[in-house]
């Protein structure tokens, strides 16, 4: 296989740059591809090169596939990073890759269209003994013979959409009253959202936590696991907090689920990076929800732990050669925990609130991490996904890991626009969260948008701010306790709990 001397990455954003930053450290040179709504992107100006590829929607130019691969033969790119999100689980663009004479930095098609349907996914790793959620394994067609599955299985039930991602399709069915409606509900919204209605059932799962496992194969048939991630924390079954390792896994589960995951990637024969998502329920039984043919949003967590960079580790795949290390030399170090700050208002339904980084300062100091693709002054486009910024800190312990989370959230400072940051400063202090039993109903259970109160008065910060500057001004050893409770009201929507 030949060294790969440039790269082009298929994306935007806060993962095109830090997909960049690793290429080159390897020596390895970057082309970017932007949008008209991405000009003055950073990640255009952190690439060695950039090729315009289209208007700002995604289906006129970062899902165009001729236009990427023609960036690519333009530029002399011997190789594509497809990112997450876009075309990064397309098996069509990896093949276009492919016969263009390319390396696609991900998976083959084959393993990305296994497991880009749930139904195929579930056969195929039912093979290699992986626990599956009691449900369906065909596309549900008849009624009758549906809610008689949904019987024996037993309420509440899950309808959920083969195609599906992103929580769309998916409906809780509590009892057969109600199935019928669901069930056209999960049809139509699977139908408009993937433009396939095929639909399952599974038994749904109470309280559970949603614990994945970040796998990685070689082309040479090796495939080791950099353990768990736990992604508990969802609004809309998205994740926006996660954290590595998981609080509630023994080394006994952790064991057997990171083998578990490493099945699921071999029954696929899956090389490149991989995420084999489970649900554990609370008797700490684990079932196999899906598998992720892509690098993840959150891989970062798992970065920190292991000490080890997943995007330079897909390259040197991409480019055939071995994993550098086996399963038993792998160790947790510590313990990570990113949240993820979305232009989105907690107190309307997490609603995307688009508009302009007035303000933007990052946290900084030791174990902290943000990857983001933004600077002060900059807009958040309002075509793509409105995540502005991942916060990820590293420490020794989980509670070490939170209070440094805590205090790195008071140090990001943003205005202009509301963001996920209260948000997540409520789950940072919240006692289900600190003392680790919690499970994915978090949100719907304990988030009231009243504990994020209104934005901080400024007559009240005007007062702390002085006082703040008066205690610090007086040379006497006993402020510092004094000065822990004037904190300044940050820029965000202050959490009082
Ligand atoms: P998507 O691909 O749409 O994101 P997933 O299958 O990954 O869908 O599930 C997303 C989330 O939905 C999971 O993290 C979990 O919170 C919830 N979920 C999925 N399946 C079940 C189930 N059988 N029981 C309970 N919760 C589930």
Redesign the pocket.
């Known amino acids: 296989m030949p060294q790969i001397k440039k790269i082009l990455v298929a994306n935007r954003g806060e993962i095109a740059l830090r997909v960049m930053r690793s290429a080159k450290e390897m020596g390895i040179k970057t082309v970017a591809v932007y949008s008209e709504a991405d000009r003055e992107a950073l990640h255009v100006r952190f690439a060695d090169e950039a090729v315009f590829i289209g208007a700002p929607a995604s289906s006129e130019s970062y899902l165009r596939i001729d236009k990427i691969i023609d960036a690519a033969r333009k530029t002399g790119a011997q190789a594509i990073h497809p990112g997450y999100g876009f075309l990064s689980e397309n098996e069509d663009f990896s093949q276009a890759v492919d016969d263009a004479g390319m390396i696609f930095i991900g998976p083959s098609p084959k393993s990305i269209e296994v497991m880009g349907s749930?139904l195929a996914a579930k056969e195929a790793v039912a093979k290699f003994n992986v626990p599956l959620?009691p449900?369906t394994s065909e596309p549900i067609d008849d009624i009758n013979k549906a809610k008689k599955i949904a019987k024996d299985i037993g309420y509440p039930i899950?309808i959920?959409?083969s195609a599906?991602?992103?929580?769309?399709?998916?409906r809780i069915v509590e009892n057969e009253n109600e199935f019928q409606e669901q069930m056209e509900r999960a049809v139509s919204e699977a139908t408009s959202a993937f433009g396939d209605g095929s639909v399952f059932i599974?038994?749904?799962?109470?309280k559970?936590r949603?614990i994945e496992f970040q796998i990685f194969g070689d082309k040479h048939g090796n495939v080791i696991h950099f353990f768990e991630r736990e992604?508990?924390i969802?609004r809309r079954?998205?994740?926006v907090v996660e954290e590595a390792p998981s609080s509630v896994l023994t080394p006994d589960i952790r064991k057997r689920m990171g083998e578990a995951a490493i099945n699921v990637a071999k029954s696929c024969g899956y090389y490149g990076a991989g995420t084999v998502?489970f649900?554990l329920d609370d008797s700490l039984n684990f079932?196999f929800?899906?598998m992720n043919t892509r690098l993840q949003v959150e891989h970062p967590v798992t970065e920190m732990i292991t000490g080890i960079d997943l995007v330079k580790l897909q390259i040197s795949v991409a480019q055939g050669e071995k994993l550098p290390f086996k399963q038993e030399d792998l160790k947790i170090h510590g313990h990570a925990v990113e949240v993820r700050v979305y232009a989105e208002d907690p107190s309307n339904n997490f609603l995307p609130d688009i508009g302009t980084l007035q303000t933007y300062k990052r946290p900084q100091g030791n174990g902290i991490r943000v990857d983001d693709g933004f600077e002060q002054g900059m807009s958040i486009p309002f075509y793509y996904d409105p995540m502005i910024a991942k916060l990820i800190c590293h420490a020794e312990t989980r509670e070490m890991a939170i209070e440094k989370t805590i205090r790195a959230i008071q140090e990001y400072e943003i205005t202009g626009l509301e963001t996920t940051l209260g948000f997540c400063n409520f789950v940072m202090h919240h006692e289900a969260f600190r003392s680790g039993k919690f499970d994915?109903g978090f949100v719907g259970k304990y988030f009231k948008p009243e504990v994020l109160t209104a934005t901080p008065d400024p007559a009240e910060e005007e007062l702390a701010a002085a006082l703040s500057a008066h205690i610090l001004a007086t040379p006497t050893s006993t402020h510092a306790a004094t000065q822990h409770e004037i904190v300044p009201v940050s820029k965000w929507k202050k959490n009082r709990i």
């Open positions: 749930k959620v449900g899950l959920k959409a599906g991602g992103g929580g769309k399709g998916m599974e038994k749904y799962v109470t559970p949603h992604c508990s969802q079954h998205q994740k998502e649900i079932y929800l899906e994915t």
